[in-house]
């Protein structure tokens, strides 16, 4: 089946979010997932979105997401923030998460940013080594910081 890698609309936010459950169940954080369709809509598609995604399809079903914003770095200038890659656990090993990471990686440049940035947790191995493959620079001098006001 021919696998499409397009710009995510708002019509397909309800696979996104499921998608996005499926991550946090993966990695053992489904409780902490407070995010809605509602307000997914509102940041991605409201008067002032502040976050874009492509999603790979398989024929009418969505089965891989790239969501991605723009930070901006006092060193670096414009940066592109990939915040996840997900592939349905049963579409994993099929090149969907490369094809949409090149996807975002090209639109960084497409749109002049100076990089790409983003996290992955140091458990996980698939990730890692999916990674490696390109040249990624692994940072261990920084750590994360977080506050949550919900």
Not at 23 to 42: C, G, R, S
Not at 47 to 55: D, E, K, N, Q, Y
Request: with cysteine; net charge negative.
């Amino acid at each position: 089946m021919e696998i499409v890698i397009r710009q995510g609309e708002q019509k397909d936010l309800s696979a996104t979010l499921d998608l996005i459950k499926e991550l946090a169940l993966y990695e053992k954080a489904l409780d902490q997932v407070t995010n809605t369709i509602e307000m997914m809509e509102e940041d991605g598609f409201g008067s002032h979105p502040i976050f874009g995604f492509f999603v790979a399809q398989q024929s009418d079903k969505i089965v891989g997401l790239s969501l991605f914003y723009y930070r901006y770095s006092t060193w670096k200038g414009k940066r592109l923030y990939l915040e996840d890659i997900i592939v349905t656990e049963t579409s994993r090993g099929k090149g969907l998460g490369k094809l949409l990471l090149e996807k975002t990686i090209q639109k960084a440049k497409d749109e002049k940013c100076t990089g790409m940035t983003w996290q992955v947790l140091d458990w996980n191995e698939p990730a890692i080594k999916f990674y490696e493959k390109y040249d990624v620079k692994f940072d261990s001098e920084w750590v994360n910081c977080n506050v949550d006001f919900n």
